[in-house]
């Protein structure tokens, strides 16, 4: 069964629209091709406007957990200090996908 990162960041007010900037154009794809995934996307949360949450799917959880222990996170991880600094905190999850309701499509 497939398995999700998921990476919160707390963002500061005053940082929000150059920090949803470069996640859209840099960041979101960069770690796309770097992880090797098919799909990632990425939204603010509604409740909590400083909250920022990216997720990643993978095909299985072995596949996510190899991703916190490889090199690519570490570029990414490397890269965002280096934009960022200690200007956004972020946390990762993985999630293991245990049930999926996706309606898939009929063959014939």
Same mark, same amino acid.
Do not use: C
């Given at each position: 069964? =497939?398995?999700?990162?998921?990476?919160?960041?707390?963002?500061?007010? *005053?940082? !929000? #629209? =150059?920090?949803?900037?470069?996640?859209? &154009? *840099?960041?979101?794809?960069?770690? #796309?091709? =770097?992880?090797?995934?098919? &799909?990632?996307?990425?939204?603010?949360? &509604?409740?909590?406007?400083?909250?920022?949450?990216?997720?990643?799917?993978?095909?299985?959880? *072995? +596949?996510?957990? +190899?991703?916190?222990?490889?090199?690519?996170?570490?570029?990414?991880?490397? *890269?965002?200090? !280096?934009?960022? +600094?200690?200007?956004?905190? !972020?946390?990762?999850?993985?999630?293991?996908?245990? #049930?999926?309701?996706?309606?898939?499509?009929?063959?014939?």
């Amino acid at each position: 069964m =497939a398995a999700m990162l998921q990476v919160t960041a707390t963002v500061p007010t *005053e940082t !929000r #629209q =150059a920090f949803d900037h470069w996640y859209q &154009t *840099e960041h979101l794809p960069d770690a #796309q091709k =770097a992880f090797g995934v098919k &799909t990632a996307f990425r939204g603010w949360d &509604t409740v909590d406007l400083t909250k920022h949450h990216a997720f990643y799917l993978f095909d299985s959880i *072995e +596949q996510a957990n +190899q991703v916190l222990t490889g090199d690519a996170l570490q570029t990414l991880i490397a *890269e965002f200090d !280096r934009v960022w +600094q200690s200007q956004v905190s !972020r946390q990762r999850s993985i999630i293991n996908i245990t #049930q999926d309701l996706t309606v898939k499509p009929i063959q014939s």
